[in-house]
């Protein structure tokens, strides 16, 4: 199985939030763990707010920031998705750096994995595969 990882499912993952356990099994049997570029700036923005609002140290936010880097196997660059992300945003009224992880489903005929309950909704409008936070959705 081919996966698009978002930010908020890998830091479920990393984390051991509650709830988002069915992330694992799908990462650890993935051909292919893929997600756009702009994850880099997410997971650090991410990362960063663990730092800020729940005080965690810098080091650990460093460390934390790499483990959720870490489990993506290939990036795509956005520069060849923008258009395509724009349209989507404008026709699904959502926000546009969403977008990229449901074009590259997409293209990439993936399944994308969010703990973003409205993420898997403009997912499921598009037919794309899913496994969020009510488990999966085809």
């Known amino acids: 199985m081919k996966i698009i990882l978002d930010v908020s499912a890998a830091f479920a993952v990393v984390t051991g939030a509650p ?11 993935a051909a292919q763990v893929s997600a756009p570029d702009l994850f880099y700036s997410e997971a650090t923005n991410a990362a960063w707010k663990f730092h800020h609002i729940e005080g965690v140290a810098p080091d650990e ?6 483990k959720v880097i870490g489990l993506v196997d290939i990036f795509f660059p956005t520069g060849p998705l923008w258009r395509a992300a724009l349209e989507l945003a404008c026709r699904l ?5 969403d977008c990229y992880y449901l074009v590259l489903a997409q ?16 997912a499921k ?14």
């Open 107 to 122: 293209q990439l005929e993936a399944t994308l994995l969010t703990s973003d309950k409205r993420l898997v909704r403009k």
């Open 125 to 138: 409008i598009l037919g794309i595969s899913t496994i969020g936070p009510e488990g999966p959705t085809s």
């Open 19 to 29: 709830g988002d356990r069915q992330f694992l099994p799908s990462l650890e049997s």
């Open 61 to 66: 936010s460093l460390k934390l920031a790499e």
């Open 93 to 97: 009224e959502h926000p546009a750096y």
